[in-house]
């Protein structure tokens, strides 16, 4: 079973990896020209002229945003969006010469992070690029986050989970004791290791771990 150390040393890995910044526009000149403005940062680019081409292509864990034409020679702007929704560490940034009010209403609602239309400043793209990215890693650090509480929890024993479950609904060591029929010494030794193994600083932290646990796992329920 992979550790979650193992799970923590990635996503760490994941969010200070090269930013990428994807561009799916059927011009040649404008997918040339955000290239060039992308490497200026430093990041790296990839351009596809097409929208099946970008989706073909291997989701990959790093800081990353996505910058989307409308009009594209097979599926549209807003089909991709839709295709890519689950990848909340990808903010989109829309980039047109056909905006209309309906589209951009569309695109928004469906969570897209900017829609600018053509000619657009270069300056205005980089901020959007910018500020995409930035949201991007604090994704994956939310992902990291949950993947790190995951991996915790897995480490723990049938009985560690039981008083895991009872302490954080509010039961003292005693009751948690006489409900699971051990005494309370043994009920403070499996709290220790409960502690211990979820890296929780505190009941509290405890708390907020077990919420997030309910959230992700299917069927677990701690009150």
């Known amino acids: 079973m992979i550790s979650a150390n193992t799970f923590e040393c990635g996503s760490r890995m994941s969010a200070a990896a090269t930013p990428i910044v994807f561009i799916i526009d059927d011009d040649i000149s404008v997918r040339e020209s955000l290239e060039s403005l992308v490497l200026s940062t430093g990041w790296q680019a990839e351009t596809f002229a097409s929208a ?3 989706l ?11 910058i989307l034409d409308v009009q594209l020679p097979d599926l549209s702007g807003l089909d991709v969006q839709q295709r890519v929704l689950d990848r909340i560490d990808m903010p989109v940034i829309f980039i047109t010469g056909y905006g209309d009010v309906p589209t951009t209403v569309q695109a928004m609602k469906a969570g897209a992070l900017e829609f600018l239309t053509k000619p657009y400043s270069g300056d205005v793209v980089l901020a959007a690029m910018e500020n995409a990215i930035e949201r991007s890693r604090a994704a994956l650090g939310r992902q990291a986050n949950v993947i790190s509480i995951q991996g915790h929890y897995a480490s723990l024993s049938r009985r560690e989970r039981e008083v895991m479950a009872l302490v954080v609904s509010g039961r003292l060591n005693k009751q948690v004791g006489g409900e699971l029929g051990i005494s309370e010494i043994t009920v403070k030794a499996h709290r220790a290791q409960v502690m211990r193994k979820m890296r929780a600083d505190s009941l509290a932290d405890l708390v907020r771990m077990a919420a997030r646990l309910e959230a992700i ?3 677990q329920s701690f009150w």
């Not at 073909?56 to 996505?66: E, I």
Request: hydrophobic share 40%.
């Open 52 to 54: 099946k081409d970008f």
């Open 56 to 66: 073909a292509r291997p989701r990959v864990v790093a800081p990353s945003c996505l």
């Open 217 to 219: 796992l299917p069927g």
